[in-house]
Structure formats: C-alpha cells, structure tokens
C-alpha cells in the first residue's frame, strides 16, 4: 500500500512488538529500537519517512531528545506517543515538526490512531518522500560519513581514511594490495575500488588462488586451448580475458605458485599473455587487485613470493584492521546484519536489544566481520520474537569462560559482567525458575549457576 519506512522509537517492547506487526501487515517498512543511542544510530545509516517517539524515556530530557532526533533525521515527520497527562508538555514542542500526538495509554486504542494518522497522512501527501533502500540494504548519506561505504559499514577512523584512500585513487588503474585477517572484508573493499574508478560499467572478476593447483589455476587465469591437457575437450576463456577493461581481484595471492607468479609478472609487465596450448599473444586492459591474509612483504622475505611481482601489485597498500581493533563497529555492523538477514530471509526480527549488543562487543571475533555476519544469521533465522536478545546468541559468545582474545583488556571483562547478569534472569524467566533447566540451557552445572546467581545477588524465587 504505502512502503513508507517508519521508526518505532519506545521503550515499551509490548507496544513496539504490537505496533511492529501491525504496521508491517499495512506494508509500512518497521524499525524499532528501545534506546536513545539505537535510535540516533540507526538514524546515521537510514532515512525515515515518520518517527514514531515515546518521550518519555526515562530521564532524558524529553525536549533536547526530540531536538536531537530532528537534526539527525533529515526531514523526517514526528509522531509523540505521551500519556495524557504530559500532552500540554508535548504541544509544546510542535516548533520541532511534530505531526501528531498519540495517547499510548491503551495499546489497542492507541494502535487504531495511529493506523488511521498515517493512512490520512498519505492521503494528504504531508509525508516525507521515501527514500528507496539501496541495493545492500542501507542509504548512503554521503561516500563516508553515512557510515556506509559501498557496503562497508564503520565508524571507525581507520576504515574512514580506507574509504578516502580509496576515493583519491578513483580516477586512476594502479594496481591494490589488500591485506587483513580473514573475515575482514578484503573483497568488499575490492569491489568498492572497482565501484569507484572508471572502469565500474566493465566486468568486476574474482578468482580464489588458495584453492587450485597450479596447473589448474594457470587455466582460470589465463585460459586453454582445446587439447592441451588431457581433459581441455574445449577451448576456455581464462579470468583475464574475462576481466578485459575491468577489474580482476586476485583473493589470497599469496598462494600462488612461484611458476604461474613468473607469468602473472610478465602479463603485467606487457599486457599480453598466451593461453595454455596456445601460441597467439592476447592483449589485455586490466586492474589487478589483489588480496592476502598474510603481509606479502614477508612472504618475500621467506622466498615464496617473488619481489618484483610484489612491487608491481604493491602500487597502493591498504591494511584492514580487524574488528577486536575497531570494536566501536559492532552496534552498527550488528544493526546493519540484523535488518539486512531478517529482510532477506523473511523473517520479522526488527531490532537488537542493548545488552546483546554489549555481550556482541565483549566478544573476540577470531573470525572477523564475517564471523559476526554468520552469528546474528543463525540468530535471526532461529529468532521467535521481534527482537534479538542475549538467548538467541551462541553459546560461545556468552559463555563467561571464553577467552577474551588472550584477556587484552580489562575493559572487555568489564564489558562482559553485565550481560552475565542479563543472562541468568533472562534464561531464569524462560524456565520459571527451574534451576535444572537453566543450568541445561546455560550448559554448565547446577552448582556453577548457584555461584553465578549468587555472585549478581540474583533469588531464583523472585522470578
């Protein structure tokens, strides 16, 4: 009917909840969040059309709240949910662009307003226009500071200066190297470089060098003739011929043996190569990026990657930090995941709630942005409820006894005592109380949960 995109901004998690449902089966596009922080968060990576604010939220103050949502909405219309008691206080902040106020004393009645405030709403055009989704999911504000750069989510300075560097070398073809842990995003960051320069209307090809042999990785990079090995019943175009006038993106070169690295060298040096069985010199226009898990500078030095192939790829370097360096991306990047999955799989998963966020960033992401990419997947695919909290993590990330990447900082383990709590009483709630039950769920023994709870002064009989 509409697909406006609405923010639900509420502590009231039975109302969101409520709300959510109802307005996502009218075809509004729903997110909701339960804090503050979350709301201005998701606002820096989204446009909204109508926010949907409880100024009541504790002790903030609700003016200088609804002040600062209105400065980082980009034009959104407000709708205040206020008991009616604090209604004259709402009036007055209708210098902000408040468009109506709503009186969430009574969940159903407050709904049926709301409904009939936006469906008049549209038919009386005073809605911001609605921003179309960009293809991962998420606006582009701007090139780096949305915090979305061609799918690389981050606040993070060093990612930010990553995204300039990309963009100062845009209007040139000089050969990257990309390197960072596995999970990092290397090939992200490739297609961002190709999305960039002028050869973005040309083919983007990648090929995985850690894989193959090197008689086979010789054929999909350069091609074969037919009959020049036992099983070539045809000829086939190789990655370069492929990749003419674009990009090729060469992932973990490292791997590449010290024979086929001789004829990239050469490919590079002259433009031209032969295909296997083949004798006619092909001339190629290609950008070649590369990409490695290991610094390539110390594979010369070990003799396994020859020096002058290295400085020929080695025009531009971009080192990518892994996310233990740049933990201040987690909420975002968890965001991000969280709609992006629930969107794709069809799932009503809207949000994730604060302390699941704050166990995320405990974590020590061995595995990188795509570890936490794989984590919150599992979550939302297993998801029985609009928002993610601690429960629907793995056990690995909230068991207390993980290593905390060799206990690096103390403030990680601070990080990670309250979620603890979070957790007892949430899984407590779930089995009524039942110790048994709870130390099943948890996965460890009765007696260490006795400790736990009394450690965090938590009375099974309270729950």
């Not at 110390?298 to 003799?303: G, I, L, P, Y």
Request: aromatic share 6%; hydrophobic share 40%; glycine share 6%.
């Amino acid at each position: 009917m509409s697909n406006k995109r609405l923010l639900l901004l509420d502590h009231d998690v039975e109302w969101t909840a409520i709300a959510s449902e109802a307005l996502i089966k009218d075809s509004y596009e729903v997110f909701s969040v339960d804090t503050f922080d979350g709301a201005l968060l998701i606002l820096k990576a989204r446009s909204f059309d109508i926010l949907i604010v409880d100024i009541n939220m504790g002790d903030t103050n609700p003016e200088a709240l609804l002040e600062e949502l209105f400065s980082s909405a980009d034009g959104a219309k407000l709708i205040v949910c206020t008991p009616k008691s604090s209604l004259s206080q709402a009036t007055r902040l209708g210098r902000l662009g408040v468009l109506d106020y709503l009186d969430r004393t009574n969940h159903a009645t407050a709904l049926a307003e709301l409904r009939e405030r936006l469906k008049k709403a549209l038919l009386e055009g005073d809605l911001a226009p609605f921003a179309s989704p960009s293809v991962k999911g998420i606006e582009e504000k701007s090139p780096v500071d949305g915090k979305n750069f061609h799918g690389l989510v981050s606040r993070n300075w060093r990612m930010h200066s990553i995204f300039e560097l990309i963009q100062t070398i845009s209007t040139t073809s000089v050969n990257v190297i990309i390197e960072g842990e596995t999970g990092t995003g290397k090939e992200l960051i490739a297609h961002a470089i190709h999305a960039r320069s002028g050869r973005r209307g040309q083919p983007f090809v990648t090929l995985d060098c850690s894989t193959l042999a090197h008689e086979l990785l010789e054929s999909e990079l350069f091609g074969h003739e037919k009959g020049s090995f036992t099983g070539a019943s045809e000829r086939r175009i190789g990655r370069f011929e492929r990749a003419d006038g674009g990009t090729l993106f060469l992932d973990e070169v490292s791997n590449i043996s010290i024979i086929v690295q001789a004829k990239l060298l050469r490919v590079l040096e002259t433009h031209t190569f032969e295909r296997v069985g083949g004798q006619r010199p092909i001339v190629v226009d290609v950008r070649i990026v590369t990409a490695s898990n290991r610094r390539l500078d110390q594979c010369v030095a070990d003799k396994i990657f020859r020096d002058d192939l290295y400085h020929r790829l080695n025009v531009v370097q971009i080192l990518i930090p892994p996310l233990r360096q740049r933990l201040e991306d987690i909420p975002l990047l968890a965001d991000y995941f969280v709609h992006r999955l629930a969107l794709e799989h069809g799932k009503k998963v809207r949000g994730i709630t604060t302390a699941a966020v704050r166990l995320l960033t405990a974590y020590h992401w061995p595995g990188n942005v795509r570890e936490l990419e794989n984590v919150l997947l599992q979550a939302v695919i297993l998801a029985q409820t609009t928002m993610l909290d601690v429960t629907n993590l793995p056990a690995r990330i909230w068991n207390p006894h993980a290593p905390l990447q060799q206990q690096t900082s103390t403030r990680l383990t601070e990080q990670l005592r309250e979620p603890e709590k979070e957790i007892l009483l949430s899984t407590l709630k779930q089995v009524d109380g039942n110790i048994t039950q709870a130390a099943d769920l948890l996965q460890i023994s009765r007696t260490t949960l006795y400790a736990k709870l009394k450690k965090h002064g938590i009375s099974p009989d309270q729950i």
